[in-house]
C-alpha cells in the first residue's frame, strides 16, 4: 500500500531534550512537508523539500530543523529551542507542489 | 498580509440538509483552492481541487465554487448524513513565491444531526 508513514503517534518531551520524529513516504514524491497544528487552528507550515538534499524555511522554523538525505525519508527534529512543542506534527507530501498534499497520522507531541 | 477566513463557530445541520461552508481570503492571488476533511486526531484527507480560471468543480455529493472576484470559495455537501460530521478545512496556493506551497484555513467544524 502506498502511503506516507509517521512515528511515533505520542512523544514525549523533557526539559531541554531534542526529539525527532519521523516520516517516510512510498509514493515517490518529490517534495515534502512538515505543519503544526494547535488546537482550534489551522496548519501552519514549519519546513518543506522539494527535492533531496535541500529544504526551506516555512513560517514557523523557529527551534525546529529537518534533513532530507532520501527521497523517502523527511526526519523533523524540535530542539530544545522550541519552547512551546507542545502541539499535533503533520508529515505531507505531493507529486507536484501547490496540488494535492497527502498526509500522515500525525505525531502528538507533550512536554512532560 | 495574506489571509485566509473560515466560520470559525461549527455548522450544525440536520441529516439530508445540504451543508455549505465559506473559505474568504485577501491578499492573495490563488492559482488553485483545495478542500480537505479532517477527523479528530487524524491527517486532513484531500477531497476537491478548483483551479482559478474554474468556477465549479463537482465530486458525488460534493461541490466546490470559486469566485475570484469576490475572493471566495463555498463547498457544498448534498444530502448530508451524520458521517460528513469533521473539520472542513480550504487551502490555497499562490501564482507566485508562494505557488509551491499550501497556505491553510483555520476550518469549520460540521456536526450532522439525525
Known amino acids: 500500500d502506498g502511503g506516507i508513514t509517521q512515528s511515533p503517534k505520542y512523544l514525549f518531551r523533557k526539559e531541554g531534550q531534542n526529539v525527532t520524529l519521523s516520516c517516510e513516504q512510498n509514493l515517490n514524491h518529490d517534495a515534502m512537508y512538515w505543519y503544526r497544528q494547535d488546537p482550534g487552528q489551522g496548519l501552519r507550515l514549519i519546513y518543506y523539500?522539494?527535492?533531496?538534499?535541500?529544504?526551506q524555511k516555512g513560517d514557523i522554523a523557529e527551534g525546529y530543523s529537518v534533513s532530507r538525505e532520501k527521497k523517502e525519508s523527511f526526519p523533523l527534529t524540535v530542539t530544545s529551542a522550541q519552547k512551546n512543542p507542545t502541539a499535533f506534527y503533520l508529515c505531507?507530501?505531493?507529486?507536484?507542489?501547490?496540488?494535492?498534499?497527502?498526509f500522515g497520522p500525525g505525531t502528538r507531541l507533550l512536554v512532560l | 498580509s495574506q489571509k485566509i477566513e473560515q466560520n470559525s463557530e461549527a455548522l450544525n445541520i440536520q441529516e439530508g440538509k445540504t451543508a455549505t461552508l465559506t473559505c474568504n481570503y485577501t491578499n492573495y492571488s490563488p492559482a488553485y483552492l483545495q478542500w480537505y476533511r479532517q477527523d479528530p486526531g487524524r491527517g486532513p484527507v484531500f477531497l476537491l481541487l478548483?483551479?482559478?480560471?474554474?468556477k465549479e468543480k463537482r465530486k458525488e455529493r460534493l461541490k466546490v465554487t470559486f469566485d475570484t472576484t469576490l475572493k471566495q470559495s463555498l463547498f457544498h455537501i448534498t444530502a448530508s448524513q451524520p458521517a460528513d460530521s469533521a473539520t472542513y478545512l480550504c487551502?490555497?496556493?499562490?501564482?507566485?513565491?508562494?505557488?509551491?506551497?499550501?497556505?491553510f484555513g483555520t476550518g469549520t467544524q460540521l456536526k450532522v444531526e439525525l
Open positions: 478548483i483551479r482559478e480560471n474554474e
Open positions: 523539500s522539494q527535492i533531496v538534499n535541500d529544504f
Open positions: 505531507a507530501s505531493t507529486q507536484k507542489p501547490g496540488e494535492t498534499q497527502y
Open positions: 487551502a490555497l496556493a499562490g501564482f507566485t513565491g508562494g505557488g509551491n506551497k499550501l497556505t
